[in-house]
C-alpha cells in the first residue's frame, strides 16, 4: 500500500470523521464538497472533531495537534482528486447523485487513482460501470464515531482487482481501523446487515404509534444492555442522512413495506429537518445534546 494523497468528497457527518481520523494517522488528506457554505460547516466540524481526539487520545496529543494541517479543502472537483491516490466517497445516499459524481471523477483523477465508496445501503456494482476503472473500484465503509467505533469494512465487486482490495484492507488498518474483508457483495456490509434491520423495526414502532422513541431506546437498552437505543443512533448518524436511506425505500415500487417507509420519511421531516432538528451534530434531535437524557441515571429506572 502506498498511498499518500487521500480525498474524502463530501464533509457530512461521517465524510469529516474520515478526513480528520486519515489526516490523524499521517496522511495529507483534501476535503472536496460542492460549495463554500459546505466547506465552512465542514471545518466547524473539523474543530469539534480536534477536541473529541484531544479528549479521546490522552497519549497521542501530538498527533492530533498536527492532523489539521494535513487537511485542505476544496470545492473545485478537479483540484480535489488531481493528486489523489485514494478517493473516499461519502455523499449523499442516492445512487443518481453517486453516478453523475463518478462520472465527473473518472474524467478528471488519474488513471492510478482507485476509488472507494462509503455508501451504507448500496453496492459497488451499481456505479462500477460509471466509474470508468471498475478494477480499482470498490467499497470501504466505516462505522459513525469512526475513532472509537473503528471498523474498516472492504467489500469489492466482482470485477474488483484482488490487489486493489488488498491495498485498501492495508489503508484501513494504518489509519487505525480493524479491516474487515466482506467476501461477497451483500447490502449493508456486515454492520449495516445487522443495523438496519434494528433501526427499521424501530422506525416503524414509532411510524404506526405503538411506542415512542424514549420507549423504545429504553426498552431495547434494558433488554440487551446495549449503551443507546436505536433512535439514539439515528441522532449519531444525522437525521438528513436517515430520512434519505428512508426516502429511498419509500420511493421503490419493489419494496412491499412502501407505504410504511413513506409514512417515516414524513414524520422525519415534518417533525425533524424542518424544524433543524438533524441529530447531534446540531444539539438535537430525537434527544438534547450534549447532555442526552439516555446519558442520565433514571434514563432507564422504574
Given at each position: ?16 470523521q ?9 496522511f ?57 491516490d ?105 454492520l ?7 433501526l ?24 440487551t ?61 430525537f ?16
Amino acid at each position: 500500500m502506498n498511498f499518500k494523497n487521500v480525498t474524502v468528497a463530501g464533509s457530512g457527518v461521517l465524510g469529516s470523521q474520515i478526513a480528520f481520523q486519515t489526516a490523524f494517522k499521517g496522511f495529507e488528506v483534501i476535503i472536496y464538497d460542492i460549495n463554500d457554505d459546505a466547506v465552512e460547516k465542514a471545518k466547524e466540524r473539523i474543530d469539534k472533531l480536534e477536541e473529541t481526539y484531544f479528549d479521546y487520545f490522552k497519549e497521542e496529543q501530538k498527533a492530533v495537534q498536527t492532523a489539521k494541517s494535513r487537511i485542505q479543502y476544496m470545492t473545485e472537483l478537479a483540484k480535489a482528486v488531481g493528486n489523489a491516490d485514494l478517493v473516499i466517497e461519502a455523499i449523499p445516499e442516492k445512487e443518481a447523485i453517486k453516478q453523475q459524481f463518478y462520472q465527473e471523477i473518472a474524467e478528471a483523477a488519474p488513471s492510478h487513482t482507485i476509488f472507494a465508496t462509503n455508501s451504507s445501503t448500496m453496492l459497488p456494482s451499481q456505479f462500477a460501470d460509471y466509474t470508468g476503472r471498475p478494477s480499482k473500484f470498490l467499497a470501504l465503509h466505516f462505522a459513525n464515531r469512526i475513532w472509537m467505533n473503528n471498523t474498516g469494512e472492504v467489500m469489492g465487486h466482482p470485477g474488483t482487482d484482488s490487489k486493489v482490495v488488498k491495498q485498501v484492507l492495508e489503508f484501513a488498518a494504518a489509519i487505525g481501523m480493524v479491516p474487515l474483508h466482506i467476501k461477497k457483495e451483500q447490502p449493508g456490509y456486515i454492520l449495516n446487515s445487522l443495523l438496519v434491520p434494528l433501526l427499521d423495526a424501530a422506525q416503524q414502532l414509532w411510524g404506526n404509534g405503538v411506542a415512542d422513541p424514549y420507549a423504545i431506546d429504553k426498552t431495547w437498552m434494558i433488554a440487551t444492555g446495549a449503551p443507546m437505543g436505536p433512535f439514539a443512533i439515528m441522532d449519531i448518524v444525522g437525521l438528513e442522512t436517515v430520512y434519505n436511506i428512508v426516502s429511498t425505500k419509500a420511493e421503490s415500487p419493489d419494496n412491499p413495506e412502501q407505504d410504511k417507509f413513506k409514512q417515516i420519511a414524513e414524520l422525519v421531516k415534518n417533525e425533524y429537518i424542518d424544524k433543524g432538528k438533524m441529530g447531534m451534530q446540531t444539539g438535537e434531535g430525537f434527544y438534547t445534546y450534549p447532555n442526552p437524557a439516555y446519558n442520565e441515571e433514571d434514563f432507564l429506572q422504574p
